[in-house]
């Protein structure tokens, strides 16, 4: 046994990959023995400087509200599809970054527009106004449950028809929606900077939504998707971050590593 006293551990666990995962920092406190039969040492608990983060209160999903049918939904999802495909797709990739600009610091449905990170979000906000206006209601779908739901279908529909394709399930309406009438407006929401480093941006991601590293590596592939403008993001590339930027693949992932952006891979789990 250990000598008594206080002690600090953690735990490491290895995958037959070779991965490895490390836990935070546990305290124990060892008790001298009396001699006769050791005591038993008390429960290990986090100190309270690696105590178990708690989620962001504005990652709490809202309450579903009775008012708004599964047939509601999915006219709503209907409506999108077709808003989302057209020209090639060229809409879908917008409507992810609405979704995500929208829930930083809590879904609302507005976006500031005098905020330079949100540069470009106009188009997408006109895109699903006539959704918006048919397909949400008193007590029913909100104007931010509309933006989340293209943000999901754009995702869904922008993987490659493979069997590792990926479902998302709107489970959740009943978002609250700002004051703003358009969505043009409302709080200036802090976005992640271009410039934070691996720590930092592990931070924001953490801090904003209760992730942890492997989940903001996995939303870091919505890059796969979409162009840069100069205008909108201060970066240029008409063919976007990937060889080809409709489709919603792990291409991101392969050339961060050295892959070939002409070769194409079934597999998801990234």
């Given at each position: 046994?250990?000598?008594?006293?206080?002690?600090?551990?953690?735990?490491?666990?290895?995958?037959?990959?070779?991965?490895?995962?490390?836990?935070?920092?546990?305290?124990?406190?060892?008790?001298?023995?009396?001699?006769?039969?050791?005591?038993?040492?008390?429960?290990?608990?986090?100190?309270?400087?690696?105590?178990?983060?708690?989620?962001?209160?504005?990652?709490?999903?809202?309450?579903?509200?009775?008012?708004?049918?599964?047939?509601?939904?999915?006219?709503?999802?209907?409506?999108?599809?077709?808003?989302?495909?057209?020209?090639?797709?060229?809409?879908?990739?917008?409507?992810?970054?609405?979704?995500?600009?929208?829930?930083?610091?809590?879904?609302?449905?507005?976006?500031?527009?005098?905020?330079?990170?949100?540069?470009?979000?106009?188009?997408?906000?006109?895109?699903?106004?006539?959704?918006?206006?048919?397909?949400?209601?008193e007590g029913g779908l909100t104007r931010a449950d509309i933006w989340a739901m293209a943000a999901m279908v754009s995702?869904?529909?922008?993987?490659?028809?493979?069997?590792?394709?990926?479902?998302?399930?709107?489970?959740?309406?009943?978002?609250?929606?700002?004051?703003?009438?358009?969505?043009?407006?409302?709080?200036?929401?802090?976005?992640?900077?271009?410039?934070?480093?691996?720590?930092?941006?592990?931070?924001?991601?953490?801090?904003?939504?209760?992730?942890?590293?492997?989940?903001?590596?996995?939303?870091?592939?919505?890059?796969?998707?979409?162009?840069?403008?100069?205008?909108?993001s201060g970066f240029d590339g008409a063919n976007g971050w990937t060889g080809n930027n409709r489709v919603l693949d792990?291409?991101?992932?392969?050339?961060?590593?050295?892959?070939?952006?002409?070769?194409?891979?079934?597999?998801?789990?990234?």
């Amino acid at each position: 046994g250990n000598t008594a006293g206080q002690w600090d551990w953690r735990i490491t666990a290895v995958d037959s990959d070779g991965s490895s995962k490390t836990s935070g920092w546990f305290g124990m406190t060892v008790l001298e023995s009396t001699g006769e039969t050791d005591p038993p040492t008390a429960a290990p608990t986090k100190s309270a400087m690696t105590a178990a983060p708690t989620r962001s209160a504005v990652t709490t999903a809202p309450t579903p509200t009775p008012d708004t049918s599964l047939a509601d939904i999915q006219a709503a999802m209907n409506a999108i599809l077709p808003i989302a495909r057209a020209a090639n797709g060229r809409l879908r990739p917008k409507f992810v970054r609405l979704g995500f600009h929208d829930c930083v610091g809590g879904c609302d449905g507005c976006i500031n527009l005098d905020n330079a990170d949100n540069l470009g979000l106009e188009e997408p906000i006109d895109a699903l106004a006539p959704v918006i206006a048919v397909h949400t209601s008193e007590g029913g779908l909100t104007r931010a449950d509309i933006w989340a739901m293209a943000a999901m279908v754009s995702a869904e529909d922008a993987q490659p028809n493979n069997n590792a394709q990926q479902d998302y399930n709107f489970e959740w309406y009943g978002r609250s929606t700002c004051d703003a009438i358009d969505g043009k407006g409302g709080p200036d929401r802090e976005l992640p900077s271009a410039d934070l480093d691996t720590h930092q941006l592990l931070a924001f991601f953490f801090d904003e939504f209760g992730l942890d590293g492997r989940e903001t590596v996995a939303l870091m592939g919505a890059h796969s998707i979409g162009t840069l403008t100069r205008a909108n993001s201060g970066f240029d590339g008409a063919n976007g971050w990937t060889g080809n930027n409709r489709v919603l693949d792990n291409r991101y992932y392969s050339e961060l590593i050295g892959g070939n952006r002409n070769v194409f891979t079934d597999n998801m789990d990234t």
